[in-house]
């Protein structure tokens, strides 16, 4: 029986492990099977909190899971019928109750101090009060989903963090792991966003249509970001790895999708972050220093020549883009709207429902989203969740400084294309996209001290 039990540690500290989650999240998505491979997932992670130590194993799927909801399945009415609803219930409560037996069982092996004395625990904390107590300006017009919205972004923001620092084994090989799962997910994504182009009719009339660009959960503005977020990944894997050309290709076929996710904002932020990728794959030492140049000089001139040839087909396919030109899409309107919802109660600001912006329901009901970052915790926790989020920015910051190296470079550039797309869009306060901020940032933490200016391990 012990046998069996260290055979399923393994297996599930292993690098097999994600790999299979990846599988099961990208079937589910195709073929509209959801239920069954969160099954398996929610078994798997019950079986992780209760044989596991170790919380790496935890990663994986809660980076990848949120990549499963499709489009058909949202939007049938099987999704929502009440098996469905028993089948998550049980699930999530599945889920918790392992969580509870972990923190049980290992109770010796858990300390706090590792959260408290991280050097980022304290700005966690201060956003995390200034999310839950949003809106108390305004206790006459307070609405209790303030409380629960505010309630799943300090969950978002904090809980991996806590999680992770608490009780998660570090050592060299952690960082190269934290990677696969990234790159992984990055796959899942594009394949799912890949399908969708061959079977979702988004070539209409030789141009792409980007009302037609929608997985379920997310649409092209949410799939342009979060493959900016996963691209420099693979530029730290190339400088890494012997398989130099796969990740590097891999890089720029994540870049092409963010073109093809016509999300304008993406795609803004996305160019440079690339150029710098690259540029600092070409500049800084590393074994696969001469490829990178080589690579890098000859596909920028045949990425040149390609555009004049075709030049006439590019300006067809992405003439959404080109039409829409500087258009602000209304933009403009919800800054206004959140700026005077921050006067009207500039202290605590008005809650997350009672701003007029964007609503956009994806696998959560979500309230009126403003698109900029700034404004929403301006109007939404006014200046007390502004100064939280500014102290949280400095001390991200601080540690990235702290600890420059080429890795640091690649996450900080892959957190840095989900913070700019934020500041044109709803990302950060979409639940998801900052559990895998969250996620990111606490391993880096962890792994700072093992860090080596020459690594040179392979990926």
Request: net charge positive.
């Amino acid at each position: 029986m012990s046998n069996v039990k260290q055979k399923i540690i393994n297996f599930l500290n292993g690098y097999a492990y994600p790999f299979c989650v990846a599988f099961f999240v990208l079937v589910g998505h195709l073929f509209s099977v959801e239920i069954y491979t969160i099954a398996f997932i929610a078994l798997t992670v019950c079986a992780g909190f209760i044989l596991c130590k170790d919380l790496k194993f935890f990663i994986a799927p809660l980076v990848c899971f949120y990549f499963i909801f499709s489009k058909r399945s949202l939007s049938s009415e099987t999704f929502y019928d009440t098996p469905s609803l028993i089948f998550y219930g049980v699930a999530i409560f599945a889920v918790l109750f392992s969580i509870v037996i972990h923190f049980i069982v290992y109770r010796k092996e858990i300390t706090i101090k590792n959260f408290t004395s991280s050097a980022l625990s304290k700005g966690l904390i201060v956003l995390i009060i200034a999310l839950l107590i949003s809106g108390l300006s305004s206790l006459q017009n307070y609405d209790l989903k303030n409380l629960i919205f505010g309630f799943l972004n300090a969950i978002a923001f904090a809980l991996p963090f806590f999680f992770f620092s608490i009780n998660l084994e570090i050592d060299k090989t952690t960082k190269h792991y934290l990677c696969y799962v990234l790159i992984l997910t990055s796959l899942v994504i594009t394949v799912e966003f890949l399908w969708l182009f061959i079977n979702g009719n988004v070539i209409q009339n030789g141009s792409i249509y980007k009302g037609a660009l929608d997985l379920g959960w997310g649409v092209s503005n949410n799939i342009g970001a979060i493959l900016a977020m996963f691209m420099p990944i693979y530029f730290y894997c190339a400088s890494q790895s012997k398989y130099f050309l796969l990740f590097f290709l891999g890089g720029l076929l994540t870049y092409g999708c963010v073109l093809l996710s016509l999300s304008r904002a993406a795609i803004l932020f996305a160019t440079p972050i690339l150029g710098a990728c690259v540029l600092f794959l070409c500049i800084r030492k590393h074994k696969q220093r001469k490829q990178a140049i080589v690579y890098t000089l000859v596909l920028f001139v045949a990425a040149c020549v390609g555009c004049v040839l075709i030049k006439d087909t590019l300006f067809t396919a992405f003439n959404h883009i080109i039409r829409a030109g500087f258009n602000d899409s209304g933009r403009f309107e919800y800054y206004k709207s959140g700026m005077e919802k921050f006067f009207d109660a500039p202290i605590f600001g008005v809650g997350f429902w009672n701003t007029n912006g964007f609503n956009y329901s994806f696998v959560i009901v979500a309230p009126n989203y403003l698109h900029n970052t700034v404004i929403q915790l301006l109007a939404s926790c006014g200046i007390v969740g502004f100064v939280a989020y500014v102290y949280h920015r400095y001390q991200t910051i601080k540690l990235f400084v702290k600890n420059r190296n080429a890795y640091s470079f690649y996450i900080a550039m892959s957190i840095l294309a989900l913070l700019l797309t934020s500041l044109l869009d709803i990302h950060l306060f979409n639940i998801f996209p900052t559990i895998i901020y969250s996620t990111m940032l606490c391993v880096f933490e962890k792994i700072a001290p093992y860090q080596e200016e020459n690594d040179k391990a392979e990926v």
